[in-house]
């Protein structure tokens, strides 16, 4: 490889640290169209806010459910956690475009890679969303 694709992969890596995918394998329910997590690169101690775009089929009314949240430090695991998914979520959930956005803020003092998995799941244990968020602090 030489010298300036070494310099552009490490310029890419150092300014492009964020990604937001689909992680539901064509599984679930609402279609994932798009999702940012920004700033990019983020900045520990300020704001981030993640962002998804989703289309909801027809028919679709989500008046309750789950949401699941893993999360990893340097590939570390940590004891996922569920929450009731219209606390965080306005519900109900209903056919067309839906845009969520959340905000939250990464701690200070950590320098690595956090991926986030992000589940949400109907009452009867169906799939609704799922979204992978991976950033480097």
Not at 2 to 29: P, Q
Not at 67 to 77: C, E, H, Q, R, V
Not at 93 to 120: M, Q, R
Request: aromatic share 8%; net charge negative; charged share 10%.
């Amino acid at each position: 490889m030489g010298f300036l694709s070494s310099v552009l992969i490490v310029i890419f890596n150092i300014t492009a640290s964020n990604s937001v995918t689909d992680c539901s394998a064509g599984k679930s329910v609402f279609q994932f169209v798009s999702g940012s997590l920004t700033p990019d690169p983020v900045v520990p101690g300020q704001n981030a806010a993640l962002t998804l775009n989703l289309v909801l089929p027809p028919g679709t009314n989500v008046d309750a459910g789950t949401a699941k949240y893993s999360l990893s430090f340097n590939g570390i695991p940590f004891t996922p956690t569920t929450e009731d998914l219209c606390s965080n979520v306005a519900c109900p959930l209903l056919e067309g475009p839906y845009t969520n956005t959340t905000n939250s803020v990464f701690p200070t003092g950590l320098s690595g890679k956090i991926v986030t998995k992000i589940e949400w799941l109907d009452e009867s244990g169906t799939q609704l969303l799922c979204t992978s968020v991976t950033t480097r602090i």
